[in-house]
């Protein structure tokens, strides 16, 4: 039997209300969306909900203590509290660059951290 | 003193807005400019905002606000833009003259041919709504919460209560989360969320935060520290219901109840605000009351996104270029007035109508399946359908100078938001 699923699009401000029809799992249809950005995201939440993730981690000798980083791109929501704390024992050293790689494979999703800003080392 | 240094332009705040202005003054020719900031390192506030969401308009993908910002700054890398950072502008006369210092030069003059504001804006405090109770510590605005959390590596509160639901406030609920704080919840005295719905999701919907609307803090507990809230539910005159009143044991109050633009330089050098905005009146080139004064970003009005402040403040680098090259005197000015469900509308005057306009505009209250439309004279010049308008969601319309001025220059231009069936 059909059901109906509600989501809020999060890509970008607008908001779109999405409704998702299925049928045993079986996607019949996206409604509510603005552009196909939308209708993506329904099923993708429907399926497995992605997020990006950011946080800062610690930096030796910087002009700041922290750098701040984000996913290279979404890794599945479920996994977003447990990257915030695996980020959390991770120290780079300055400088950095923006788009500099920080870890590899972000708990085996394939998806890299990278810093998102250039950070100089402290007194340069 | 030193001797007056004279800038063809000089720009307050190197934020988005004012990256983007003297980046759009330099690229339309315009030889010295100034760029002056406070703090120690461009990128105003986007620093601390690293969470993502920003640029979908602007680079049509999605950015973290340092990201965002070091477009811009690697951008003004590349340029001859002079920048003066760690120095505070403590005066400003309607003659342009800056009166800033720092502890390199000490006190400075600068009388520029040209000017832009873009100080952006400043967080509404506990002062400001008057919450009753004591005065400890651990009563803090999110942004400064933001700043201690992202830049500075201190954590103000382990257990939280957040007030207000403006998107800096849903943004820190999801970071003291990630973080390994406990937030109990967010309260809201209005019955709508004050930020944008996407925030609403991804901040508390998907932590399992609860945002209790038509609620608010009623008491404020503690001695040294917040020992915790007293939370209760408001009626329609948003006055609390006592019987509603329940104890939240927490030891950081913070609040997102507001922001205000950041005009205290403006009124210094005369420059007229606008009581709905509480930033300057500006025309389409931003150009404020004062002539060569422009202003751009939050210090107009209190943008919901980044890309608009960076398209307010590439139109008044622009204007203030076209002053100082052209030496353009401008002519009267055909007010643009808010209509039907709209609180108010940026620009407020217009002073040359043939030209391009982005109209910035909000909504007084939540309405379905409407249409906005700029009107001048009598032409319908703009028409845009909406399925739903919130206040915190701002509302834009593109107006080409050729449809603004089909039937002649208009004596007045109207922006409103009016129900689909209504219409004409």
């Known amino acids: ?124 | 003193m030193k001797k007056i240094r004279k800038p063809d332009l000089a720009v307050i705040g190197a934020g988005p807005a004012g990256l983007a202005a003297a980046l759009a003054a330099r690229k339309a020719g315009l030889k010295d400019i100034l760029l002056i900031d406070r703090d120690f390192e461009l990128g105003g506030i986007l620093q601390q905002c690293i969470h993502d969401g920003f640029g979908s308009m602007v680079f049509k993908e999605v950015l973290t606000g340092p990201q965002y910002a070091q477009r811009f700054i690697d951008e003004i890398a590349g340029t001859d833009i002079e920048i003066m950072l760690s120095t505070m502008v403590l005066d400003l006369r309607a003659d342009r003259l800056i009166t800033a210092v720092n502890s390199r030069d000490g006190m400075v003059e600068i009388q520029p041919k040209s000017l832009v504001l873009a100080m952006g804006c400043r967080e509404r405090s506990r002062h400001q709504i008057m919450i009753p109770g004591f005065r400890p510590a651990g009563v803090i605005t999110a942004g400064a919460a933001q700043r201690d959390i992202n830049i500075d590596g201190i954590m103000p509160g382990r257990k939280l209560v957040i007030l207000g639901s403006g998107d800096i406030g849903l943004i820190m609920a999801r970071r003291f989360t990630l973080e390994g704080a406990q937030v109990e919840g967010v309260y809201e005295l209005m019955d709508h969320p004050g930020g944008l719905t996407r925030n609403v999701v991804q901040c508390l919907n998907d932590f399992d935060i609860p945002l209790h609307l038509s609620h608010t803090v009623s008491f404020i507990h503690g001695r040294r520290r917040v020992s915790g809230v007293t939370v209760a539910a408001v009626d329609e005159s948003l006055k609390t219901i006592p019987s509603t009143e329940r104890f939240v044991p927490c030891d950081t109050l913070c609040l997102s109840v507001g922001l205000i633009p950041e005009n205290e330089l403006s009124k210094h050098a005369g420059v007229q605000l606008d009581p709905v905005t509480a930033g300057p009146f500006v025309d389409e080139r931003m150009e404020t009351s004062v002539e060569g004064v422009f202003a751009c970003g939050n210090v107009v009005n209190v943008f919901d996104l980044v890309d608009y402040v960076t398209k307010s403040a590439q139109s008044a680098g622009l204007g203030a270029a076209e002053y100082v090259m052209t030496g353009r005197k401008r002519e009267g000015g055909i007010r643009v007035e808010p209509g039907r469900n709209v609180k108010y509308v940026v620009p407020q005057f217009i002073s040359d109508p043939s030209r391009d306009v982005d109209f910035y505009f909000r909504v007084e209250h939540p309405e379905k399946a409407v249409t906005a439309r700029v009107i001048a004279g009598a032409e319908e010049v703009t028409k845009k359908k909406h399925r739903m308008v919130r206040p915190p969601e701002m509302l834009q319309s593109t107006a080409s100078g050729e449809r603004l001025t089909a039937s002649g220059e208009p004596s007045k231009i109207t922006v409103e938001v009016i129900g689909s069936d209504e219409q004409a």
Do not use: W
Not at chain 1, 9 to 22: F, Y
Not at chain 1, 36 to 50: L, N, P, S
Not at chain 1, 112 to 122: F, H, N, Q, T
């Open chain 1, 1 to 124: 039997m059909t059901s109906k699923h509600e989501y809020t699009c999060i890509n970008c401000p607008l908001s779109c209300a999405l409704e998702l029809t299925e049928d045993e799992g079986e996607v019949l249809g996206v409604t509510g969306e603005g552009c196909k950005v939308g209708t993506k995201y329904a099923r993708q939440e429907f399926t497995d909900a992605q997020r990006v993730v950011t946080t800062t981690v610690p930096v030796r000798d910087g002009s700041l203590p922290l750098l701040p980083v984000r996913s290279a791109g979404t890794i599945p929501k479920r996994l977003v509290m447990t990257a915030a704390r695996e980020l959390a024992t991770v120290v780079v050293e300055a400088p950095v660059k923006n788009g500099q790689v920080i870890l590899h494979d972000l708990l085996g999703t394939g998806v890299d951290v990278i810093a998102s800003r250039d950070l100089e080392k402290a007194g340069s």
